[in-house]
């Protein structure tokens, strides 16, 4: 499994955009990078996933770097209910076993 | 909207016990997942099953858990005999293959004394 490298935390304020940086510089060529988020006493939550291009959903935007080896989940506007652990989670293709590291844990400010 | 349940949401019991939590994926999901979650380990996968087959369950204790899917709508993973070490959140996940996600159900909150 590649590993992984994220902040233990950060901090936005609200409506403000938010960067998560991931580095995975072990990555291989048929991972994809897969993000979820989970939020005080929840369980895990798909946030986006990519494999070289950026992506974009209702959620996020996800910035992959030209040679994989580190990515950038955007938040756009943060809001209250973001508050939450931030995972990476490069993943082969085909695979299905999601390995969880510790994720950085983003507080937003009023 | 449609979501996986998991149930009791909280268990506490006496070591030697066993204990047993459910699990109802989201209906057509062809795909199920354990975890468990703790303080000192984080989130670690136990096992998997597509179409109520076992695919992998490297990450389960062998000796006293064990894992089921009697139909497509439950999943069950039972502890027999509990310990204070499995003590921990566990959750449920299905999936639709070929996955591109996992939808998490709230957890199970599971405290061995």
């Known amino acids: 499994d590649a590993k992984t490298t994220q902040p233990n935390s950060m901090e936005s304020n609200e409506e403000e955009p938010v960067h998560l940086p991931c580095n995975h510089s072990t990555i291989s060529g048929t991972d994809y990078i897969h993000w979820y988020r989970q939020l005080p006493s929840q369980g895990p939550e798909y946030v986006i996933h990519g494999l070289t291009s950026n992506v974009n959903n209702r959620m996020a935007s996800l910035a992959i770097a030209e040679d994989r080896k580190s990515s950038t989940l955007i938040l756009h506007r943060a809001t209250l209910r973001d508050a939450a652990v931030y995972y990476c989670i490069p993943l082969q293709g085909g695979s299905e076993k999601l390995v969880f590291g510790k994720g950085t844990k983003l507080t937003v400010n009023p | 909207d449609a979501r996986v349940t998991q149930t009791p949401r909280h268990k506490v019991t006496e070591m030697g016990q066993e204990v047993t939590m459910r699990c109802q994926p989201i209906?057509?999901?062809?795909?199920v997942f354990w975890y468990r979650q703790t303080m000192m380990q984080g989130l670690e996968l136990l096992a998997y099953f597509r179409n109520r087959a076992p695919l992998d369950d490297s990450g389960m204790p062998k000796d006293r858990f064990s894992a089921e899917m009697p139909d497509a709508t439950l999943a069950t993973l039972k502890i027999q005999p509990s310990e204070p070490r499995d003590s921990a959140v566990y959750f449920c996940a299905s999936g639709l293959y070929p996955l591109s996600e996992q939808y998490f159900g709230p957890g199970t909150r599971l405290t061995v004394t």
């Open positions: 209906l057509g999901h062809n795909t």
